[in-house]
């Protein structure tokens, strides 16, 4: 993972990039980072295979990275709901199976 970290850093623009865990194995991380500050960044981290996801706070100005949270997000991902405005999906899938 600290590959993954090296190359997420130098990236410097905001955005998300494809970062190889190992190279060659297919186990592709998915970085995103994000301005929080003048001399700050935010990481974001995501193994897709693991269903894992990391968030860093990167300080440009000393080097330090700090870990700020990691969550296993693969029970989140099978909620059919969480937190939805008007139409819920469960309407909308109500209303395209009367047609």
């Known amino acids: 993972m600290g590959a993954g970290l090296v190359v997420a850093m130098t990236a410097g623009a905001s ?10 194995t297919g186990s592709d991380l998915i970085t995103l980072t994000t301005p929080i500050g003048e001399h700050r960044q935010q990481l974001t981290v995501i193994d897709p295979r693991m269903r894992v996801m990391g968030v860093y706070h990167i300080d440009g100005s000393s080097g330090e990275i700090a870990l700020k ?6 029970w989140d991902l099978q909620m059919s709901e969480f937190n939805a405005a008007n139409p ?3 309407e909308i899938r109500s209303l395209l199976e009367q047609h």
């Open 69 to 74: 949270s990691v969550r296993n997000i693969s």
């Open 15 to 24: 955005g998300v990039h494809a970062t190889p865990l190992v190279p060659g």
């Open 88 to 90: 819920l999906p469960r």
